[in-house]
């Protein structure tokens, strides 16, 4: 992981000098602010700003509802009543702002999530560094032959080695050859054309500002197991961060998301005539064959 010597002297000089203030402050988000955690290996995640904590959540649902909530006892039960029964807007009033550096690849994968306020580094403006991701041996796999977007079968040592060896040398002429298009020796190509040339494995850095709501429907996607594993340690990382910053909301989000499992009418219907003990089989369920196989491997979980 790398912070650049100005991003360091910021977070010196944030740290230095703290500000009083009448807001709201959640204790498990205070410890996280301005600290980078290593993700892969050159990447970060840090918290730049927060707003709102678990009592946000329910100050925003009891002035919705009024004395509809007058029969939940405690704050951690209404944010379990709410995230059970899919009331989102008293999760939207909890913000984060985030600091992420990533691999190219995987930013165009975030960004796909369109519920967030982004502000990206320029690679008009500035020079990109010549970082770039490179898995680890045990992270290369081959195609997978039942998931046309996802890995199969990890590569031997030898034909990995050879594999990173090809990525490491492509990615390090790419680089040379954007640092000779750019240089004032050189033809001294615009930045924005000279950029083209780079693999998508080199790193970006932006400012992600999410309310509560959207970011745990990110979690939700990119913290599970199916997910690609370079965009899934960043989810693991931010899942530590919301734990510490709105635990109730959290473990909520734990018990009725993130561990849970939703199933069609059809599903239903076939766990109801196995608990009368019917012979439920792939030719009588009603499903197609990829949803039966769906279906099995959530019973078989």
């Not at 050159?42 to 904590?53: A, L, S, T």
């Not at 100050?59 to 059970?84: C, F, H, P």
């Not at 034909?159 to 790419?174: F, G, H, P, Y």
């Amino acid at each position: 992981m790398t912070l650049s010597p100005e991003q360091q002297a910021e977070i010196d000089e944030l740290r230095a000098t703290p500000q009083p203030t009448l807001r709201a402050v959640a204790e498990g988000a205070e410890k996280h602010l301005y600290t980078a955690y290593p993700v892969l290996d050159h990447g970060f995640v840090r918290v730049i700003d927060y707003m709102g904590d678990d009592a946000a959540i329910c100050q925003a649902a009891r002035v919705s509802y009024g004395k509809g909530t007058k029969s939940v006892q405690n704050d951690e039960g209404l944010i379990r009543y709410l995230m059970r029964h899919w009331h989102s807007t008293p999760f939207e009033m909890c913000e984060l702002k985030l600091h992420v550096k990533l691999p190219v690849f995987v930013a165009r994968q975030w960004i796909r999530h369109r519920t967030a306020n982004v502000n990206e580094y320029s690679a008009r403006y500035s020079i990109l560094d010549r970082e770039f991701y490179f898995p680890a041996p045990e992270h290369v796999a081959k195609q997978s032959v039942i998931n046309n977007q996802g890995r199969g079968d990890t590569l031997d040592a030898a034909e990995a080695a050879r594999v990173l060896e090809m990525l490491k040398s492509d990615a390090m002429r790419c680089y040379d050859h954007y640092e000779e298009l750019i240089s004032d020796e050189g033809p001294g190509l615009a930045r924005e054309l000279a950029r083209m040339n780079l693999p998508a494995n080199i790193y970006t850095q932006w400012y992600w500002k999410v309310n509560l709501h959207n970011l745990l429907h990110f979690l939700r996607l990119r913290a599970d197991a199916h997910a690609q594993y370079e965009i899934r340690v960043y989810a693991d990382e931010i899942c530590k961060i919301v734990a510490d910053w709105v635990p109730f909301a959290y473990k909520a989000f734990e018990d009725y998301r993130l561990g849970a499992v939703s199933m069609s009418s059809q599903m239903v219907d076939c766990v109801r005539r196995m608990l009368k003990g019917e012979d439920v089989n792939e030719e009588n369920c009603g499903m197609s064959k990829r949803e039966w196989r769906e279906f099995m491997a959530v019973l078989d979980e």
